[in-house]
Nanobody
Framework: QVQLVESGGGLVQAGGSLRLSCAAS????????ANWYRQAPGKQREWVAT???????NYADSVKGRFTISRDSAKRSVYLQMNSLKPEDTAVYYC?????WGQGTQVTVSS
């Protein structure tokens, strides 16, 4: 059983930055794509970004140019650097890989 644990969420003003982390209990990110999703209140969960084991990345249009996904295999972790945050980025952010979900971390961006 793989566990994914997110951290780094919080309250930030619009234009600010946060860095989310997702720590895995095993080496899952070395073999499977790592993904960030988010779910805002009253909305469906949406995909945010992906990084492959080969370090290829892809982003949703809504975050492209502002968010950066990265990983550290040695630390079994994946990160999401979020810059120029907007109120519409407010959501619970989830880490996902190979059918495993983290518990989520809340990001709130005030205007």
């Amino acid at each position: 059983q793989v566990q994914l644990v997110e951290s780094g969420g919080g309250l930030v003003q619009a234009g600010g930055s946060l860095r989310l982390s997702c720590a895995a209990s095993g080496s899952i990110f070395s073999f499977y794509n790592a993904n960030w999703y988010r779910q805002a209140p009253g909305k469906q969960r949406e995909w945010v970004a992906t990084i492959t084991p080969g370090d290829s990345t892809n982003y949703a249009d809504s975050v492209k140019g502002r968010f950066t996904i990265s990983r550290d295999s040695a630390k079994r972790s994946v990160y999401l650097q979020m810059n120029s945050l907007k109120p519409e980025d407010t959501a619970v952010y989830y880490c996902y890989a190979n059918h495993y979900w983290g518990q989520g971390t809340q990001v709130t961006v005030s205007s």
